[in-house]
């Protein structure tokens, strides 16, 4: 029912929300399953693409949208069980949640990770609540972890971009100032591997990912006819590459610590960017990224403006496949 990540999906059941995304995106909105209908939209954090294009998405299937921000425009959250609520939070998710779905026929939740806790937040401690208290689909619209939304899109935009088929594709980490959360990256790496995309992950020693999650990774890839290679040559990684996925992400070990991780980090500016010279030593890659960007820190001014950037078409694909994703979960 709930669409938390893509773990449990199959091959066929990625590609058939790819394949509704794109009758979606040749102007077919079917029959608006969305009609008189409401969808609640919880964000805990900031958001250009996701609120716009779910809101928007949310439209044109005939629905309506009812955004909320706990701790703004609703009552500050606690989400844990147990919890002696003496302190800020107002209102649990258990009540929050058993009363929206009486307004609403599915809730999407954004909610980054802390950065303070990583074997708490790998758990994704605030979604997984949402999800055992509710009745109707929760769709993750980012959590700590995951960001299956972005991942569904980037497939779309591949796809779309270079058709049907196994791609040499490279998830590459850049220098940020600070440390952002691995949602995006971990659902890339996982989505590309369920495709059957032969996946590069370059990133410095001590930026690697959820050890479980690239376990499981590799084997979906491999049960796919894919593979995952991970490397910490940024320079090898180029090399004959058909994808260029940029994503920055703070280390686990510093969680909590987020001073050492810039400092450690420090190292790896000017280095670790995706620049016009790497990008020719690839096989005509496009170029992807989430958004937003920093220019000229994770990628040159030269590399996005140039025609193999898609990544104003990769955040158009967030509509189409979130229409998707609502058709399929919402009835």
């Not at 008189?36 to 939209?41: E, I, N, T």
């Not at 309506?64 to 107002?90: C, F, I, Q």
């Not at 909590?256 to 670790?272: F, I, L, M, P, S």
């Not at 820190?297 to 104003?312: E, L, N, Y």
């Amino acid at each position: 029912m709930h669409l938390l990540n893509t773990i449990d999906m199959s091959r066929e059941q990625l590609d058939q929300l790819i394949e509704s995304a794109l009758r979606f995106k040749s102007g077919d909105n079917g029959s608006k399953p969305l009609l008189g209908k409401s969808v609640a939209l919880v964000f805990f954090n900031p958001s250009l693409r996701t609120r716009a294009s779910m809101q928007v998405g949310i439209y044109e299937l005939g629905g309506n949208a009812v955004v909320l921000e706990p701790g703004g425009t609703s009552w500050t959250l606690e989400h844990r069980e147990g919890a002696v609520m003496d302190a800020d939070k107002a209102e649990h998710v258990a009540e929050f949640v058993r009363v929206l779905e009486r307004y609403c026929v599915a809730i999407g939740v954004r909610t980054f990770a802390a950065l303070k806790d990583w074997q708490e937040e790998r758990t994704d401690p605030v979604l997984n609540a949402f999800a055992r208290y509710a009745s109707v689909p929760i769709i993750n619209l980012e959590s700590a972890m995951y960001h299956p939304c972005q991942s569904l899109a980037d497939m779309l935009t591949i796809r779309e971009k270079l058709g049907v088929g196994k791609k040499r594709v490279v998830l590459t980490w850049a220098w940020h100032p600070k440390p952002p959360p691995m949602a995006v990256p971990n659902s890339f790496a996982l989505a590309a591997a369920q495709m059957g995309h032969d996946l590069v992950i370059a990133h410095p020693q001590g930026y690697e990912l959820d050890e479980e999650l690239m376990e499981t990774s590799r084997q979906i890839a491999a049960g796919a006819g894919g593979s995952l290679e991970i490397t910490n040559d940024i320079d090898a990684a180029f090399s004959g590459a058909e994808v260029i996925y940029a994503k920055s992400w703070g280390a686990k070990q510093f969680y909590g610590n987020t001073e050492q991780d810039v400092a450690t980090r420090a190292q790896y500016r000017g280095k670790w960017i995706v620049d016009e010279e790497k990008m020719s030593r690839t096989n005509n890659a496009i170029f992807m990224h989430c958004l937003p960007v920093r220019r000229n820190v994770i990628v040159t001014d030269g590399v996005i403006d140039s025609p193999a950037s898609v990544v104003i078409d990769e955040a158009e694909n967030r509509l189409h496949v979130q229409k998707a994703i609502m058709a399929a979960k919402i009835k």
